[in-house]
């Protein structure tokens, strides 16, 4: 398959269909689930097929290495060069990293206006055209619904979207009637988009909660397969 | 005294330049009693660190080449190579590394971990060496050790714990309090030589209470006894001791210790702690390559009867000959023993066998397993295996990075060029990573190397130990071209116009190879050509690669096959076929769709956050991309990949964007296509400079 078809056919196509076409420029999206179900893999296959489709991401890290994380792309795209049969695997590969850099703050010290001010450096300064920026292991505990609006705020500014992974609490955590995670609640205004994982039987399936305006839980018919860990059909 | 290897310590100091290694080393010297004085690092009082054999680096306040020299400390024999910091001269601290058993990491309380100390670290970890750490400096302002410490944790991933507390710090401090024995130690005398242990403070005994419980439970981890022991509140000192010695052999801990080598606080402590839990030879698993069976990997057994195998780790051009260091890994050498090398197939007779002292030699009549020593006059290359009973049996190939930079130098007037001769013939077999030739075209002398500081240094010492002043030519980098697409020949070399001629036809294709530089493929069949001929097909393309015609660069990442060709049955030969591949190669090679590529490094900037922006820019500037940058309190640290021939003069340019408070590192990380314009920049180059050498 070459790289035009691979876009084409990505089952992100349907997951943005579910969400009006994207998150959109100035707007944050999240994707929550509790530990370990996948929130990372999502994340980054969403950057992937952004990445494939020449956009700019800056990955922000609040842990870990950068190293790790660069192991995360390098998976996930070996995944769908697989699954695909990708023509030109490496070289397209190689164009994909021009695309990404990765920024990694530790959250305990970093204010939000920090974490801004360096992003501004990277886009401005650093020459780097960021299309979307994921924030992945963004404390949304210890985190305020202020701190996401100036985010928002800056996305506005620089016409760029934001995902987030928010990992919620406990073996079960709680959501409410609408299926909006409790522990997310407070957040909800500032989040124009927010996706569920859950597990239901061996497969983890993809929920969208919110929906720009609309907040329903509907079923995106997605599910994160486990051994890839990619979003499929 | 006789040899027991158990107590034997072959240790590396490696760190970031201007940590006070030097210093370090010195005040060992000193403790152990090889020298008499302690001289200061930069000349204050007139003489320099014995340790810095050349004045040069006495002077740059930098120490250059690696010496070895060996001490004892409480009755442990200790050979201590000193390494240099600097990017630039990695093949030094590789080989280093690659002969030692255990290593010091020392760091700048200040400064804490750096972009030097990573590469270091990097390069520990590749050769599986165990360390301890030590804080320096604790005695400037702005020391904070614990900062340091946590550094090791997250720059590093070291799983660092504090064996002490500093007793004050900047100008108070005065000792350290040891958290295994749990006492104040001060280091009194007029040069620090004698350790008296004290009751800890009243105003420190909290947080000495505090951090030995944080290390316990760390180091508890590697000893179940230990761990118990902790329940029932019976810890002895023994227990401890075992358990960091386990923790450290595995890589999985790193003991940190501190002071300051200027104010001579700490050191001793530091040996300590290099007999306690460095590792002896027997307990490092080396492993040899069997060359007649495969290079099949042995494991080496450590022990005076066994089979010697030693390997030559570093050559030095004295005066009265060259001076082979060697590490003895197994067997032991006397003087007299006839030994054999497996790269030059010969065998030789040991004459002088000695042991180091940086620039005093010690005659001795053996040396041991797991010892250091050196030869006299021994013919050889550094990373040549020695054996003593005549087996094939070779160390692992050392690590040997490419040279990336090439310089043209040209002597200012005969006696010059007398002693440059020699001085490079002298330079280029100590340090593989620094070569050399001259330019058939031009008639230039070219030396190659890893970046701009190596080189530099090899011209200033040319000049002063030499006498050789040059000029040098604008810094080079090390194209290469490679072809992008396949392309078939079919050529005739034909030149048969009376009396013995020469004929050879050879047809195939060429087409990029991924991985690897060269792969010639044979799928003649019926004898088109005769088998005798196809060496020399293989021969003259092998020749046409030397040199692409795009740039006058090698040629990598081709792979040949031929499928056809003829012969005729007087005229052909060798010649006449090798001759026909480089006429096959020189007409297809434009089909092929040939593409410049360039050196890639891989570079490391690290400086304060307010400069974040300049830095980020700067990269820009110099078609560098930016793969990630990571903030932790008031430093950032930026990982880019970087074109080498942009990277000329960013230093200053570094320095003036950041007020000289960034510094980087860089390394060749790959090969990459060179843009479009550039590489029509150095094509139009390349065709003038010919124009201009054929009009000559």
Not at chain 1, 54 to 79: L, N, P, Q, T
Not at chain 2, 305 to 321: C, N, R, S, V
């Amino acid at each position: 398959m070459v790289k035009k078809e691979l876009i084409s056919r990505s089952p992100l196509r349907i997951f943005e269909k579910s969400i009006h076409g994207g998150v959109g420029k100035g707007k944050i999206g999240v994707i929550a689930s509790k530990k370990g179900v996948g929130k990372t893999a999502c994340l980054t296959h969403i950057a992937v097929d952004k990445l494939l489709r020449d956009r700019h991401v800056i990955h922000v890290s609040f842990a870990g290495s950068v190293d790790h994380i660069i192991s995360w792309y390098d998976d996930i795209f070996k995944e769908i060069a697989k699954k695909r049969e990708l023509e030109d695997a490496p070289k397209v590969q190689e164009d994909l990293i021009k695309n990404r850099v990765i920024m990694n703050f530790s959250q305990a010290g970093t204010s939000v206006e920090q974490v801004i001010g360096s992003l501004k450096a990277m886009i401005d300064e650093g020459h780097f055209p960021a299309n979307s920026i994921i924030f992945d292991g963004y404390n949304f505990e210890e985190g305020s619904p202020e701190s996401l609006k100036k985010l928002a705020a800056f996305a506005e500014e620089m016409g760029l979207e934001i995902w987030f992974s928010a990992s919620l609490k406990g073996e079960t955590p709680k959501f409410n009637d609408n299926g909006v995670p409790v522990d997310l609640e407070r957040y909800l205004d500032v989040i124009d988009v927010l996706v569920d994982l859950r597990y239901e039987g061996a497969f983890v399936h993809l929920e969208v909660v919110k929906d720009h305006g609309d907040v329903e839980s509907r079923d995106m018919k997605l599910r994160l397969d486990p051994k890839s860990l990619l979003i499929a059909e | 005294m006789s040899f027991d290897i158990t107590k034997m310590r072959n240790i590396g100091i490696s760190a970031h330049i201007d940590s006070g290694k030097t210093t370090l080393t010195e005040r060992i010297l000193f403790y152990c009693k090889r020298i008499h004085a302690i001289h200061e690092v930069r000349g204050k009082d007139g003489v320099g660190a014995t340790m810095d054999s050349m004045e040069l680096e006495r002077e740059r306040g930098i120490t250059i080449a690696s010496a070895a020299t060996n001490v004892t400390w409480k009755d442990h024999p200790i050979n201590i190579i000193d390494t240099p910091g600097h990017v630039d001269f990695t093949i030094e601290v590789e080989r280093a590394l690659r002969v030692l058993d255990g290593a010091v990491l020392v760091l700048c309380s200040v400064g804490g971990v750096q972009s030097q100390s990573i590469t270091v670290d990097r390069q520990m970890k590749r050769y599986n060496v165990p360390r301890v750490a030590f804080i320096n400096k604790c005695d400037r302002t702005g020391a904070n050790p614990y900062k340091v410490k946590d550094q090791l944790v997250e720059k590093l991933g070291h799983n660092a714990v504090l064996m002490q507390i500093p007793i004050g710090l900047e100008d108070k401090l005065e000792g350290v309090v040891d958290l295994v024995r749990m006492k104040a130690v001060y280091f009194r005398g007029p040069s620090g030589e004698e350790l008296v242990e004290e009751e800890i403070p009243e105003a420190l005994k909290a947080e000495a209470a505090e951090k030995r419980e944080e290390m316990l439970d760390a180091v508890s981890m590697f000893s179940d006894e230990l761990m118990e022991a902790m329940m029932e509140e019976n810890v002895t000192e023994e227990l401890v001791h075992d358990a960091i010695k386990k923790g450290t052999l595995s890589l999985e801990l790193t003991p940190v210790y501190m002071g300051s080598a200027y104010k001579n606080v700490g050191v001793q402590s530091l040996l300590d702690a290099v007999i306690a839990y460095l590792p002896n030879p027997l307990q490092i698993e080396n492993k040899a390559l069997d060359v007649d069976n495969d290079e099949a990997e042995i494991v080496i057994q450590p022990g005076d009867e066994q089979p010697t195998i030693a390997l030559a780790f570093k050559l030095e051009d004295g005066q009265y000959g060259q001076l082979t260091y060697i590490r003895i890994y197994q067997g032991c050498i006397k003087k007299g023993d006839e030994l054999y090398n497996i790269r030059s197939r010969k065998k030789f007779k040991v004459g002088r066998l000695i042991k180091m002292h940086s620039d005093h030699m010690e005659d001795i009549t053996e040396a041991h397993s797991g010892e250091i020593a050196a030869l006299f006059g021994i013919d050889c290359a550094s990373g040549d295996t020695f054996t003593g009973n005549g087996a094939n049996w070779s160390m692992t190939s050392m690590f040997v990075p490419e040279p990336v930079i090439s310089l043209a130098v040209t002597p200012v007037d005969k006696k010059a060029a007398d002693n440059m001769g020699k001085a490079i013939n002298r330079f280029t077999k100590e340090d593989p990573t620094f070569q050399t030739y001259v330019d058939p075209e031009s008639n230039q002398t070219i030396i190659k190397g890893m970046g701009e500081l190596h080189l530099e240094v090899y011209i200033e010492r040319m000049k002063r130990e030499y006498n050789a002043e040059v000029e040098t030519g604008a810094p080079q980098v090390a194209y290469r071209e490679t072809i992008s697409q396949r392309a078939d020949f079919n050529y005739t070399h034909k030149k048969q116009t009376g009396g013995s001629g020469q004929f050879g036809r050879v047809a195939g294709f060429i087409e990029p190879l991924e991985e690897g530089e060269y792969e010639f493929v044979n799928e003649i069949k019926g004898g088109a050509i005769p088998t005798e001929y196809i060496p020399a097909v293989d021969k003259g393309f092998q020749m046409s690669l030397k040199k692409g015609s795009l740039i006058g660069h090698p040629v990598v990442g081709v792979k040949v096959t031929i499928n056809d060709g003829q012969s005729h049955a007087v005229d052909s030969s060798d010649m006449a076929f090798q001759t026909a591949a480089i006429g096959a190669f020189r007409d297809t090679y434009a089909k092929a769709k040939p593409i410049i590529m360039e050196p890639i490094m891989k570079v490391n900037v690290e400086g304060p956050n307010e400069f974040q922006g300049n830095i980020f820019a700067s990269i820009n500037q110099r078609r560098g991309m930016i793969v990630s940058s990571a903030e932790e309190g008031m430093f950032c640290q930026v990982e880019a990949e970087v074109p080498l021939s942009e990277m000329f003069g960013y230093s200053t340019n570094l320095r003036s964007l950041t007020q000289g408070k960034a510094e980087f590192t860089m390394e060749f990380q790959k090969y990459g296509k060179v843009p479009q314009s550039i590489s029509e920049e150095l094509i139009k180059e390349y065709e003038e400079k010919r124009k201009k050498e054929a009009g000559k």
